[in-house]
């Protein structure tokens, strides 16, 4: 979580409610380049590069004789130009609206889309604090709207201690509803609700704390990666078996059993695989090597030649 904020601004907007404008920076609030990537070779190892073919002369059409179409009845089009896209999405507006105020919880999580961060611009800093101060103490978050690249979004604006957060928000036709999926209504003994009530009490937390957790399965094909740099074979670890598979439990058993059982403790480090070292015993350009890793049937280098790279 600690990105150069000032090196990924994304636009400048203003923030506004009442009379009162905010201008803010916008940020992206997930970094995508964290993620585990493999590339499309060839068998020689040659990296794969993507094209166009066209329907009609099934023949490769180069980026720069490409056109953008709307497709307004069966196989018709009307086209535009570059030039003309641009000025759709200039047409946006750079002013996030606030139309109201709703209390912090009201929105259903599902609704949620891409999350954006916000920062103060010049001399919005007053505003800004002031803002989130009175969200934090109304406990309430701002409902905007927000037109972005030809496109009108509806937005929460949130105010965490750290600052304001703008979430983007799916409209009612993108979510699905949990009704439509017919879900059995069952009855539940006074007994077993109890006991359910029991369990969640003892695994209950008063905070979120995402540092807690770890992408286990991120560190495992890591660690398989570097053992593919060194010439070793991908061996596949067996996946845990899953609690309950395979048979019927009595419910009322299964939750003392989970009650007699301690909480894990909030520090353990994940147990490494028996055939893999922990990626957290490998230097920072071993795993950058092991993310630029690029073919799949033979080894990248010898371990005599990764290490003369580093």
């Known amino acids: 979580m600690g990105f150069d904020m000032a090196a990924r601004s994304i636009a400048s907007l203003t923030l506004s409610f009442g009379l009162v404008s905010i201008p803010v920076k916008l940020y ?28 009609k002369t099934h023949k490769v059409v180069p980026r720069d004789e490409m056109v953008k ?6 196989d018709r089009f009307v086209l535009f130009t570059p030039e003309e896209l641009k000025k759709l999405e200039e047409g946006s507006s750079h002013a996030v609206e606030i139309v109201s105020f709703i209390p912090e919880k009201a929105v259903d999580p599902l609704f949620y889309d891409k999350a954006y961060l916000l920062a103060p611009d010049k001399r919005g800093g007053k505003p800004y604090g002031l803002l989130k101060e009175a969200m934090q103490k109304s406990g ?50 006074s007994s077993e609700l109890q006991l359910a009530l029991q369990l ?4 209950s937390e008063d905070t979120y704390d995402p540092t807690r957790f770890e992408d286990e399965e991120k560190k495992r094909v890591l660690a398989a990666i570097d053992e593919k740099i060194a010439g070793k074979q991908v061996v596949a670890t067996a996946p845990q078996e899953e609690a309950g598979s395979g048979q019927v439990i009595d419910l009322m058993e299964a939750l003392r059993a989970s009650l007699g059982k301690k909480p894990a403790a909030k520090t353990a480090p994940p147990k490494a695989s028996a055939k893999a070292p922990p990626v957290a015993a490998l230097d920072t350009k071993e795993r950058k090597s092991a993310r630029r890793a690029t073919r799949t049937e033979e080894p990248v280098a010898t371990p005599t030649r990764a290490r003369a790279r580093r």
């Open 28 to 55: 992206s609030a997930t970094d995508a380049s964290a993620g585990i990537r493999f590339n499309l070779l060839d068998k020689a190892g040659g990296r794969l590069k993507q094209q166009y073919v066209s329907e």
């Open 69 to 74: 179409g709307y497709e307004f009845e069966k």
């Open 140 to 189: 309430k978050c701002a409902l905007a709207k927000w037109a972005w690249k030809a496109k009108q979004y509806v937005v929460q604006v949130r105010a965490t201690d750290d600052g304001l957060v703008l979430q983007q928000l799916l409209y009612a036709e993108e979510v699905r509803s949990l009704r439509d999926l017919d879900i059995e209504d069952v009855q539940v003994s």
């Open 200 to 203: 969640i009490d003892q695994i």
